[in-house]
Nanobody, 119 residues
Framework: QVQLVESGGGLVQPGGSLRLSCAASGSIVSLNAMGWYRQVPGKQRELVASILSGRNTNYADSVKGRFTISRDNAKNTVSLQMNSLKPEDTAVYYC?????????????WGQGTQVTVSS
């Protein structure tokens, strides 16, 4: 089992910045991916950004150039720096941890943190 604890989020004006952080603990294997998804009511959860343990990154087109994902492998933490925030970035953001094993991929989720971009 892997436990995820998120921090950050809140209310920010358009054009502002926020930083989300997530710490993973438990039975962690070295081959994994950490990332952030977001969800608004009535819509499917969508990928925002992810980063492999080898540090390859992937971003949704809507956040490229504005958001930066990073991780600390020694501490098993992942952060999402969100700049130039827009009202459409408003959502509940979920930390995700993917564990790659011989048996397949196992997903773990944080509890979610609200990000609201509004004037």
């Amino acid at each position: 089992q892997v436990q995820l604890v998120e921090s950050g989020g809140g209310l920010v004006q358009p054009g502002g910045s926020l930083r989300l952080s997530c710490a993973a603990s438990g039975s962690i294997v070295s081959l994994n991916a950490m990332g952030w998804y977001r969800q608004v009511p009535g819509k499917q959860r969508e990928l925002v950004a992810s980063i492999l343990s080898g540090r390859n990154t992937n971003y949704a087109d809507s956040v490229k150039g504005r958001f930066t994902i990073s991780r600390d492998n020694a501490k098993n933490t992942v952060s999402l720096q969100m700049n130039s925030l827009k009202p459409e970035d408003t959502a509940v953001y979920y930390c995700n941890f993917k564990q790659f094993t011989a048996g397949g991929i196992r997903d773990y989720w944080g509890q979610g943190t609200q990000v609201t971009v509004s004037s």
